[in-house]
């Protein structure tokens, strides 16, 4: 009886240990802080790190926070534009928590509060701003949605690391009049292009008119080089030539130029007055050669008389 008495006593004990293990001690991990209520109050020293952490039982309460960076996704939001025009913005917010003991006292649902404020930032954010830099400025607008909801957020111990715009649809008619735009930029460009081609293709055609014009220039000039070349030394050859002719040489070249025109078919020629003096010239090589021969035939009388007459007297 005393033994079952001593069994259930060591059973009720061991109960209780486990018991009391079991609510004073907690494991931290690592992406985790653990804030410690002890009877109902709290303060910076009651934040505990990672790893094995004890508790007063019944006394103490854990709250464990993760820091971990976490997503929340803002649905699609209808706002007004600066200039009045309805669009429907959603984006996404990255942050995480940064002060555990502001996250635990500060917000009661922290989810739902940074919803909130990212939905009315939002509004405020684009009724600044035209529609045009709304569609071509997102990165800027990122920006400053991070900045504000930031300032919010940090009273609550959290940071906004993150705002992505992810999708703009501004209504129907702006989306017809912006494809409309589009298509006429792009027939801008294309013309450009196209008459940017043919003006180049023009210049090049100009430019290769240009240089077969110069080329056949020069060649003209090359060859009219030669030519002046070649006439300057048939000329010279010919003065050379001429300049070891007499005047007898000449005036038979001139009675063959006299042949020549009267066998031709002609009836009518014009005689220069060269020909006069060429008359003139052929009628004194006449007389000098009648005057050679009497010279000569007189020479040879003389000679013959006294050897004929020196026998007849012996």
């Known amino acids: 009886m005393q033994l079952a008495v001593a069994l259930g006593t060591l059973l009720f004990l061991l109960v209780i240990v486990l018991v009391v293990l079991y609510l004073s001690v907690r494991v931290v991990q690592q992406y985790e802080k653990m804030v410690v209520f002890r009877l109902g109050k709290t303060n910076e020293l009651m934040v505990r790190e990672p790893g094995l952490r004890f508790l007063i039982p019944i006394i103490d309460r854990p709250v464990k926070v993760d820091l971990r960076e976490t997503l929340t996704e803002v649905p699609s939001q209808t706002t007004i534009t600066k200039d009045n025009a309805p669009i429907n913005v959603d984006f996404l917010v990255y942050w995480r928590i940064q002060d555990p003991l ?5 917000p009661q649902r922290l989810d739902d509060m940074l919803l909130g404020v990212a939905s009315t930032t939002l509004r405020a954010v684009i009724g600044d701003i035209s529609l045009d ?129 009267g066998a031709s078919p002609s009836t009518k020629y014009i005689i220069p007055t060269e020909f006069t003096r060429l008359a003139d010239r052929i009628g004194g090589y006449v007389s000098e050669g009648m005057a050679m021969a009497a010279a000569t035939g007189a020479a040879g009388s003389s000679g013959g008389g006294p050897g004929a007459g020196g026998p007849a007297q012996g």
């Open 133 to 261: 830099e709304v569609l071509s400025k997102r990165e800027q607008i990122n920006e400053v949605l991070r900045v504000k909801l930031d300032e919010v957020t940090e009273r609550w111990g959290g940071k906004v690391t993150t705002v992505e715009i992810r999708e703009i649809t501004p209504p129907r008619d702006v989306q017809d009049a912006m494809n409309r735009q589009l298509s006429a930029e792009r027939t801008r460009r294309a013309v450009i292009t196209e008459s940017e081609g043919n003006r180049q293709a023009a210049i090049n055609v100009a430019e290769g008119q240009k240089q077969s014009e110069i080329l056949k220039a020069e060649g003209e000039r090359q060859a009219a080089i030669l030519r002046a070349e070649g006439f300057s030394q048939a000329l010279e050859r010919i003065y050379a030539a001429a300049s070891q002719i007499d005047e007898k040489t000449m005036t038979l070249q001139y009675l063959e130029a006299l042949k020549a025109i």
């Open 102 to 106: 502001k996250s635990v006292l500060a």
